[in-house]
């Protein structure tokens, strides 16, 4: 291409890329920055890209911003793990707390899209009990949500992607069938699905969000492998491909490449418009409403730098809880080599999983749960954790490597318990948009890693006993982001209520994995979509009423 997507917007003079079409545009709308839009929505990934599909659906006039680049598939992404970097939010944060997060590739993204143009496709359903975790099983918080509620946005979220699924589940209650077939089950996959049968548990073909057979101009997974790094194929139905060119069609704008920096509120309390950078200069977008879709740290640093006279704590804040109980899943593996060839790298990373310690509590010494799957990193990522895990470098790494056909892997997907003290806050130090940078400290609880030692244990158990060898375990890593914007049934416990509106200013929401009270033992993203279907239903619904 002879732009550059990370310099140069797409999205202006009346047009946006199409991404499921080589070198192609669409018309887009474009309003002036003076024009009090309905919706400004910060953020397009799985939060903000659905809720602006959904919201310009409705009739509302919507721009959605986004600091990353508007890319095209087919044409820029490379089967390349280095290059594909450019998808992730890599801008300098400070990390302290007794068990410092890695944040990046494994959780954070910087594209239209956000995450979901690199995320791993995992389309899980949290179980009832989990919604309501204080009341029912004595730990964590209650989600101000009845769990039939949600599964009913879960299954339309299944449908807008066409998740590809097994013909039954074998957790939780009956669902609909999965819009798609099940994928094949590729030799990694076989290895978790031996594994469970010798250890006595279920296990199930992973419900994916790529597509099985041909979707309009989305061709069926080539099983390339390159699916966490980014699909050039357009078989991942991120929000990249599906909900953005729904909302674009639907009359709404989006502008990439827009750094949004301070929410701009009036003396009356109220959100006016976003302060936003874009090709060399700061510049302001009046509206009547202001969606902050940012995720876990991203959000709760746009509200605290957005502080003022009347809020000089930062916006939402009178809870004092924004950028509180911040949540990172634990990603612990435990890996073996198999005497026959896996060619773990072929197909989607986890094509097939187990969620039995999500739904069973007998013989636990944890509160949660936790699902594992099947493993299939690509060879520079493996490389590195042969490195970080072992302290492996030249003769000794490449004779290690030599075995990768070989290797097959276990990983969970954890849950952990919100604590107050893991948070996000402002640091110091400034980004190069003159913006204080974020700084997260974590450190887990004992629960936590009484649950990381149960999966450990169980996950060894189940490679040995279909006789993989040197086995050993990856104990310190996390993956997916909740927390800090958490919703509830009180404005002194939440930031946000059940609709994802402020509690303090009635047209400022958040509409991400930070509203989350709990995270559960299952990726977030299909979770955070149906949270975005819902809160554009309960809008309309408000504005039908004279409400918003």
């Given amino acids: ?168 589940y074998p957790w939780g209650p009956p669902r609909p069938r999965y819009p798609y077939r099940a994928h094949e089950i590729n030799a990694a996959g076989w290895v978790l699905a031996k594994s469970c049968e010798a250890m006595g548990i279920p296990w199930s073909e992973t419900p994916l969000a790529t597509v099985s057979a041909p979707r309009g101009l989305s ?86 730098n957005s502080a003022s006279t009347r809020h000089p704590d930062g916006l939402a804040n009178s809870s004092g809880l924004v950028g509180k109980y911040l949540m990172a899943q634990t990603n612990q593996g435990v890996f073996g080599v198999m005497e026959d060839e896996i060619r773990w790298y072929k197909g989607p990373p986890s094509l097939t999983l187990t969620e039995h310690w999500n739904y069973t509590d007998e013989g636990k010494d944890f509160f949660g749960g936790y699902a594992y799957m099947a493993q299939g990193p690509l060879p520079q990522a493996w490389a590195r954790s042969q490195a970080s895990n072992h302290g492996l470098w030249g003769e000794a790494l490449l004779a290690e490597m030599e075995k990768y056909n070989h290797q097959a892997g276990l990983k969970i997907v954890g849950e952990v318990l919100p604590q107050e003290r893991n948070r996000v806050t402002l640091a110091d130090e400034k980004d190069q948009y003159g913006l204080p940078i974020a700084r997260v400290t974590y450190s887990l609880c004992e629960n936590d890693q009484a649950l990381v030692r149960h999966a450990i244990d169980f996950m060894s158990q189940s490679l040995a006993a279909i006789d993989a060898r040197d086995i050993w375990a990856e104990s310190d890593d996390t993956c997916h982001l909740g927390g800090t914007a958490r919703m509830g049934d009180e404005p002194s416990t939440s930031v946000v209520d059940a609709d994802c509106r402020s509690w303090d200013i009635p047209n400022l929401w958040v509409c991400d994995g930070s509203v989350f009270p709990t995270v559960g033992g299952v990726n977030p993203s299909l979770t955070i979509q149906a949270i975005a279907c819902r809160t554009a239903d309960r809008i309309q619904a408000m504005a039908a009423q004279g409400m918003l």
Wanted: neutral net charge; charged residues 25%; contains cysteine.
């Fill in 1 to 168: 291409m002879s732009d550059d997507a990370l310099r140069t917007p797409r999205g202006k003079n009346g047009r946006a890329p199409d991404p499921l079409r080589l070198g192609g545009w669409v018309p887009m709308r474009q309003f002036g920055e003076n024009e009090e839009v309905d919706f400004v929505i910060v953020g397009t990934g799985a939060g903000g890209g659905t809720l602006a599909a959904k919201l310009a659906e409705a009739g509302f006039s919507v721009i959605g911003f986004d600091a990353g680049a508007w890319w095209r598939p087919l044409e820029e992404f490379a089967s390349d793990e280095t290059h594909q970097g450019k998808l992730y939010w890599t801008d300098e944060r400070l990390c302290d707390g007794d068990n410092p997060l890695m944040l990046g590739s494994n959780n954070s993204g910087k594209a239209v899209g956000g995450s979901t143009v690199h995320f791993a496709m995992v389309s899980l359903r949290m179980g009832p009990e989990r919604l309501k975790s204080r009341t029912l099983l004595g730990y964590g918080a209650d989600w101000p949500l009845d769990w039939r509620e949600l599964w009913h946005y879960y299954a339309e979220v299944e449908q807008a992607l066409k998740i590809a699924g097994p013909v039954t």
């Fill in 219 to 304: 061709h069926p997974c080539a099983y390339r492998g390159f699916c966490v790094t980014g699909c050039s194929t357009n078989a991942k139905q991120s929000a990249l491909i599906t909900w953005i060119p729904r909302a674009v069609k639907a009359g709404a704008e989006i502008r990439d490449l827009a750094m949004v920096g301070r929410i701009e509120t009036n003396d009356a309390g109220r959100a006016t418009g976003v302060h936003y950078y874009r090709e060399g200069a700061w510049r302001f977008q009046r509206a009547r409403n202001v969606v902050v879709a940012g995720y876990a740290i991203e959000t709760p640093r746009l509200l605290l």
